[in-house]
């Protein structure tokens, strides 16, 4: 059996990132920038008003106050958008709104509220310093000032300041395509009648659904039924239209039942081994098709596609996109009661956090099928191969769950 | 002034949750349960094998060893997705694969390894204890059992269970529809050539990223010039087809270039004021329309529009779906240098984490334009109302950022 560890360094070692690309803007949050970025110009781009108010000479407003106030003439008005090149002699003043590119000569903003709000003649009560109330070309940025490093993963404000720079498309690692496709006789449509012997499709939904916190762009394949030509021809193009190619069922022992075992052995690109885990111990992984796309063969049984899906495809997806290192999420928890795990596989058991802060409490129902302690769990606690039991109290790594 | 905590629950007050809907669950992570969801059958739905083997019965194998093998007959096999009943004789067995339907008269699977695999008659070496490797039907769930509760937030595990069960819809509210619309004239579309007095619209991109990251279906309108005719038009039309709308600019001392105050002030279900925070002073919030959409006007200064976005309109997105209480991300961590705030107004001060672990470091541009600040940020440093500057080593509330 191979070590949790050396199969995942395997897989990212076989997965090549995507190849940078132009994202449109509106397309590019989740992607992660492929080079640096860099201001082209200011930014700000021109100076101009921080307020609404009167943009003025600052000497003009010096000796303003409540009982001498100074009275200047109010030679036209500036609104943002508004692209007129104005200017502002001595004694006089332009009206100006929040954005609007500052006239020429003019070196302060009086806020409207303190003047009385005059539209030809204004009234100042209180003196502005020079700079007052204005935003400098390049106060937030110059030209050449690194505004985001390769690497960085776009979310809401990095997407902000690239259009603010007038980004309208990057060079980035778009979000992966995923495809899911569940295989397996047995399966059904939720909501579709069943008879004894079947059972209603859950991997794809859930699978499905995973990825798409992860960000990737996903299809959900049709469920595909035990025919080993059927499922490698399915498997081949979807392979050519997807970045990473997720299976479920199929990979058990081998037989003429574990259809994706049997139509991917032959290529010999893709492999099959049993990782020293509980759940999830038939794992498959490899590259198919001439676009070398990805694919794992994840166990059938929903709690190890669960756990599998977090511990190996959830990297990949990184990988992919260029990112290293693991998610945030692990940390370290005390047991609310003992636990068991199977000497000689790495255990990752399904709990729930507390009852006390910094406990977390293993469900009863560890079987690999059991999907409704599942979808109680918040968290995986991780018990390391050689233990086969650990007491209350004891400290343990723990994986939390989305 | 209103109060940052007065204006959010004066929001949250006018929020009615979405109403429940049928939600097929292709769709539905990131769904909200509007009722309980219990298990209608048995979770698995009939007894069967946990593992590749033989089904037998136990009492026949009882004696096998290494030394001493059992041989059976073997009648036939049962694989996942069968469903023909089969049953097993004394002196026989079937041979079964994992999921499948376990024959009558069987009561354990006899693994593959514990075999020599023959297919019409099988050497087995090891006894097998009643009940080995089966799955019980309801094992993992009873009929009426508690699956999911209602205000559960479906992720990939909760999908999972509610297909394992059956359900190929569930009764929930649904991701919420939210429209951005950014306004005035000074914008253009990132990537186009600019003027000086013109700017790159940066607010609608940024805001569109921030709504899906918190699971909304998004629609980022086209920008709207300051005619208030147009805008008032365009934002009832976006009304009707969104359960949120957000919109940007328009909003500061209210002259005629403050396009969306001027639209919306008349109709008088949206009301306009002034916040003690910093950034973000001028909100705007109400109602509008026959569908009573609940609208946010948010400042235009991207750094005030973050800032609001996320302390108001992300609350609001949780109660549309019926969630209470805040999104997790709050914490504490020491000041690395000082920080000054205005009086009078909380301050989120624009932070990354570090340079030590529990320590926080204000970045240096907290100008509510400083866009590339904003986008270098990990954290907002929340300083209360009445303080007006803190130390290095003071204890701060963090909001951490997605």
Known sequence: MQSVDSYRDEILAAIAPLPPERVAL???????????????????????????????????????????????????????????ERSVAPGRCVRILTGALLPAGADAVVPVEWTDGGTTRVRITR?????????????????????????????????????????????????????????????????????????????????????????????RHPTLRDDPDAVLDALRRAAARADVLVTSGGVSMGGEHDVVKAALAAL???????????????????????????????????????????????????ALQGLKGERAGRRTARLAGPVRSPEGKRSFLRAVLGPQDGQVTALTGQNSHQIAEL??????????????????GALVELIELP
Do not use: K
Not at 40 to 66: E, T
Not at 283 to 298: C, D, I, K, M, N
């Open 26 to 84: 509106a397309d590019a949050d989740g992607a992660v920038l492929a080079q640096d970025v860099t201001a082209a110009w200011p930014l700000p781009g021109f100076d101009n008003s921080a307020m609404d108010g009167y943009a003025v000479r600052a000497a003009d407003v010096a000796g303003a106050a409540a009982d001498s106030p100074v009275t200047l003439e109010v030679t036209g008005e500036a609104a943002a958008g508004d692209t007129a």
């Open 127 to 219: 003196p502005a310093e020079p700079g007052h109330a204005i935003r400098r070309a390049g106060g937030d940025a110059r030209p050449g000032d690194l505004l985001l490093p390769a690497g960085t993963r776009l979310g809401a404000a990095q997407i902000g300041v690239l259009a603010a720079a007038g980004h309208g498309d990057v060079l980035a690692r778009r979000r992966p395509r995923l495809t899911v496709i569940a295989t397996g006789n047995e399966l059904a449509p939720p909501g579709s009648p069943l008879v004894p012997g079947m059972i209603w499709d859950s991997n794809s939904y859930m699978l499905a659904a995973a990825a798409r916190g992860l960000g990737c762009q996903v299809t």
């Open 268 to 318: 010999g690109s893709v492999t099959f081994r049993r990782v020293a885990m509980q759940p999830g111990m038939p794992q498959g992984f490899g590259l198919l098709g001439p676009s070398a796309t990805p694919v794992f063969t994840l166990p059938g049984n929903p709690v190890s596609a669960f756990v599998s899906f977090t511990l190996f495809v959830t990297p990949a997806v990184r």
């Open 375 to 392: 979808a109680r769990a918040q968290a995986l606690i991780v018990v390391p191969e050689p233990v086969t039991g650990l007491p209350a």
